[in-house]
């Protein structure tokens, strides 16, 4: 065996498949896609198998990750999700649509588009409830105001956030909400927002139940395309691959042990005081993978191995019966965060496995 462990083994097929997919449903109701790459810290790759599958647009939180996709040639309209000051002028050097929410950022971004002879496009974010970034209802207007004056700017259109922060879901009300002001804006300003960018993957539901989506026509989607779930209820998408990614850690020790430490309990090595329960000997296996590499919460085993616990760089598994051995592969399968943490430890190899990868790569 010489594959290099702990490694990420990632499927563009999948992904490609996945995005197809969504992009099919959406699509049928005139709602366009944005692939959200932040998770992947903007793997080429991956940004290019979303592109493959249909989306019109490749969006991040992260100018370092969207500069990484454009120098690797990827070609189709960039969207920055986060928006901060400090970087307004590379900004609108580098990304074509940003996310907004502060007129001293705007004005930044019109000033340093100004001098590059350049309009720099805008999507303006409604608060509707959930409580990360947005202008609240009641001072859109007023922001607008302002916003319209900058002279190097386009607001092509606004959006909504749900269920990232406060958990609040996506259903009618909040995207009538959101259509409502569109609505308000455009006959007050005389202006015509093309983008209404209602949300992300926790759109999933609402979008299939709705008659009527109003004024929606923009999704920012990551984790559906990526793991093949909605993100209210973390339910699968019927048709959609949920393995996509696959992270895999190499046994190193494998030994019949008590359940109970033995001695005078202090702290273990993250300040915490450690409580056991007595199940008897059983057999332990350790796996060189541990929380620098990965939120361990978030592995689901192939195999059902039961996780005792961790640190650092290592995870205990219960033994069971599974019979494993030194140097054995032990496969998981991820939720949102241990993908970004993963995906993020340079200590995991990212592995492509289908046939096209290197193509691609
Ligand atoms: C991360 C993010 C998304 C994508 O969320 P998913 O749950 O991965 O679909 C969309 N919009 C914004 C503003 C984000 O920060």
């Not at 991040?60 to 690797?72: F, G, P, W």
């Not at 920012?220 to 996509?244: W, Y």
Request: hydrophobic residues 40%; contains cysteine.
């Amino acid at each position: 065996m010489n594959s290099f462990l702990p490694r990420i083994e990632i499927s563009l097929s999948q992904i490609r498949e996945n995005t197809q997919i969504l992009s099919k449903l959406y699509k049928n109701k005139g709602t366009s896609l944005m692939g959200v790459t932040k998770a992947v810290l903007g793997e080429p790759s991956i940004a290019k198998a979303m592109i493959q599958g249909g989306v019109e647009f490749i969006a991040d939180s992260r100018l370092e990750n969207i500069l990484r996709m454009k120098n690797s040639g990827i070609a189709v309209p960039f969207v920055l999700l986060r928006t901060p000051l400090s970087q307004a002028e590379s900004i609108v050097h580098n990304v074509d649509i940003s996310l907004n929410t502060e007129i001293k950022t705007l004005k930044e971004l019109s000033c340093h588009a100004k001098r590059r002879h350049k309009i720099h496009k805008v999507i303006i974010m409604v608060e509707l409830g959930d409580l990360r970034e947005g202008i609240l209802p009641h001072d859109l207007s007023q922001f607008f105001e302002q916003a319209l004056l900058l002279s190097n700017l386009e607001i092509i259109g606004i959006g909504c956030n749900l269920a990232c922060y406060g958990g609040i879901k996506p259903d009618d009300k909040k995207m009538q909400e959101l259509s409502a002001q569109v609505g308000l804006l455009e006959t007050r300003f005389h202006i015509d927002l093309k983008i209404v960018s209602g949300g992300n993957s926790a759109n999933y539901e609402w979008f299939k139940s709705s008659q009527n989506i109003g004024r929606i026509n923009n999704l920012r989607v990551g984790e559906s395309i990526l793991l093949g779930c909605e993100t209210v209820g973390r339910k699968a998408i019927p048709g959609l691959h949920l393995s996509a990614f696959q992270l895999i850690a190499e046994v190193i020790e494998s030994k019949k042990k008590p359940s109970l430490p033995f001695g005078e309990i202090g702290q273990d090595a993250f300040g915490n005081v450690p409580g056991f329960q007595d199940r008897g000997d059983h057999q332990r296996v350790i796996i060189a993978l541990g929380r620098q590499d990965v939120q361990v919460s978030q592995l689901k085993s192939n195999n059902k191995l039961r996780m005792i616990g961790s640190s650092s760089d290592h995870i205990i598994l219960d033994g069971g019966d599974h019979n494993l051995e030194i140097g054995d592969e032990v496969r998981f399968s991820l939720g949102y965060s241990g993908l970004l943490t993963t995906m993020t430890s340079p200590f995991v190899l990212k592995q492509f496995t289908d046939s096209d990868a290197h193509v691609a790569a």
